[in-house]
């Protein structure tokens, strides 16, 4: 958890760009979003011989409205389908509901099937549709049921 420099994450970013629908560096400089999510975002990461393998990203800091926000959920390819993407959302939601949030949010691509068929396996459910993204949330059970 939060051991990769801007640069690792970078360069994971860079490595998994094809991975995104629409690409990521279609929608952000990696780099400028790298710094961002090491300067703030809480990361939960995969390792292999030095390699970051797998990150999924949140904003943890919303602590008027708990909300925690998924801002990205990268696995590289030669690791898809190990699993990788579910452990670390796992203990990102499980980190969430230590900080007493009751909810974790996410965007996707609505036409990112693979992606809404993961996060609803992990018990997000569908909110607005904004095309060309789909807003998704998992409701949290913190002992605080307002909503």
Request: overall charge neutral.
């Amino acid at each position: 958890m939060n051991k990769a420099s801007a640069a690792e994450i970078a360069e994971h970013l860079a490595r998994c760009d094809a991975n995104f629908v629409p690409l990521l560096s279609g929608r952000v400089e990696i780099n400028s979003y790298a710094q961002k999510i090491a300067s703030f975002a809480t990361r939960f990461e995969a390792w292999s011989d030095g390699t970051l393998v797998g990150l999924v990203a949140a904003y943890c800091n919303d602590h008027e409205k708990r909300i925690a926000y998924i801002t990205s959920i990268s696995v590289l390819k030669e690791w898809a389908g190990k699993g990788i993407a579910t452990c670390l959302m796992s203990r990102c939601i499980e980190y969430a509901q230590t900080l007493g949030m009751r909810q974790v949010s996410l965007e996707v691509a609505q036409e990112n099937a693979p992606a809404i068929s993961l996060y609803e396996k992990n018990g997000f459910v569908r909110g607005r549709e904004n095309a060309p993204l789909a807003s998704m949330h998992l409701y949290l059970k913190n002992g605080d049921e307002h909503g």
